[in-house]
């Protein structure tokens, strides 16, 4: 099986833009949860999408959404970009039965604002 | 709430020597699951070992096993005949029963010396 993809691997942005993120799970796999990692914060929790709801939200501003297709598929938007917002963006992909779940992690995306 | 606490920062083991990373962890939920993750150069962040609260065995995957203290909430990880290629971060993690929601330590940093 493939495991989750995440594009593009490295974005550069400037303040004030907007960017979209992607993931894509494993096959099979119906949650998508997402977290920013920043050596000042560290990994933190940014929200879950199961079944194309959101399940779980993290502590982040509302510039800070998601959504998640009909395939699984996830996308991560955030709008009006500072430059705090710079970190690598994890997902992470699981089957989501009840009880324990192993996430599944995929290799990152890069986001640098200037 | 859920917060999970690595202590040291970074820790350095000799080639085949046994190395103990520490992390503790404070929870009011009954049902809940700890995590090791293990995040390399590369940032792929790989599930190493995990434990359920409700078990008292520690958990073992080969070289690695945990000692689970729930009453002290201690999880702390052990790599036995430590390997160059565990050189990584490694972090400690907790969710609840049913909750994709991970909370992470702020990590360890292992070198392993040849």
């Known amino acids: 099986k493939a495991g989750v993809t995440q594009t593009p691997r490295y974005l550069i942005k400037t303040r004030g833009q907007q960017v979209t993120l992607s993931c894509s799970p494993i096959s099979g796999h119906r949650s998508v949860s997402w977290y920013q990692q920043t050596p000042g914060q560290g990994l933190q929790f940014l929200f879950e999408?199961?079944?194309?709801?959101?399940?779980n939200k993290g502590n982040f501003p509302g510039r800070f959404s998601g959504r998640q297709f009909s395939n699984s598929r996830s996308e991560m938007n955030v709008s009006t970009l500072e430059l705090g917002d710079s970190a690598l963006y994890l997902c992470?992909?699981?089957?989501?039965?009840?009880?324990?779940?192993?996430?599944?992690f995929g290799p990152g995306t890069r986001l640098t604002v200037l | 709430a859920q917060t999970v606490t690595q202590s040291q920062p970074e820790m350095s083991v000799q080639e085949a020597e046994t190395v103990t990373l520490s992390c503790t962890y404070d929870?009011?939920?009954?049902?809940?699951?700890l995590f090791w993750y293990k995040q390399p150069p590369s940032r792929q962040m790989i599930l190493v070992i995990r434990q359920e609260a409700y078990k008292q065995q520690n958990a073992t995957e080969n070289r690695f096993s945990v000692n689970f203290q729930k009453a002290a909430k201690s999880f702390s990880l052990k790599i036995s005949d430590s390997q160059l290629g565990d050189a990584a971060m490694y972090f400690c993690?907790?969710?609840?029963?049913?909750?994709?929601?991970?909370?992470f330590g702020a990590g360890t940093r292992l070198t392993v010396k040849p």
């Open positions: 929870t009011s939920e009954s049902d809940y699951y």
């Open positions: 992470a992909s699981s089957v989501r039965d009840a009880g324990y779940n192993e996430q599944f």
């Open positions: 999408y199961f079944s194309e709801t959101q399940r």
């Open positions: 993690a907790s969710s609840m029963y049913n909750n994709n929601d991970m909370r």
